[in-house]
């Protein structure tokens, strides 16, 4: 959802025992102060981390702490979430009809095709069938797997 560097982030947090400064992070991964305050933030609106403050002498520190008892639930919520998106984006595979244009490669609904004389409305050319079985089979593995995977930690 955040992206590489957002894994970057969460790995040295997780490497440094769960509790990192702000103030040292951005020079310790190699990304700008800004970049992984925002990231930081980010993960704290997920819950994935806590913020709090801490002095040490005359500095004060701002530590984010990774919430390791949350992890589980947030994990447990975020594959359930893409679970239902896959389910949904299944269902339209499933019942609809695709041409696609055999120069640009976009794709389009039967009824959008209709719509346009099953000519492509960018480039003009005629539209051919395309079989979508390949990304009904991929959509169909990838919630198995999530499923499977919810099942085996006892939270399908």
């Excluded at 955040?2 to 951005?26: D, P, Q």
């Excluded at 209709?114 to 003009?124: A, K, M, V």
């Excluded at 079989?131 to 593995?141: F, G, Q």
């Amino acid at each position: 959802m955040y992206g590489e560097k957002a894994k970057k982030v969460l790995l040295h947090i997780i490497r440094s025992g769960g509790i990192v400064a702000e103030e040292t992070l951005g020079k310790d991964i190699g990304m700008k102060s800004n970049e992984a305050r925002k990231i930081l933030q980010q993960l704290a609106d997920e819950a994935i981390l806590r913020y709090k403050t801490g002095r040490v002498g005359d500095k004060t520190l701002h530590l984010w702490i990774l919430n390791i008892d949350q992890i589980e639930g947030i994990l447990i919520a975020r594959l359930k979430k893409t679970r239902e998106k896959l389910l949904i984006r299944l269902n339209y595979e499933k019942n609809n009809t695709f041409l696609k244009c055999p120069l640009c490669g976009r794709r389009y609904t039967f009824d959008e095709a209709f719509e346009n004389d099953f000519l492509c409305p960018y480039d003009g050319e005629q539209l051919i069938e395309y079989d979508n079985s390949e990304e009904i089979r991929i959509l169909e593995e990838k919630i198995k797997e999530i499923t499977d995977e919810l099942s085996r930690i006892g939270a399908a």
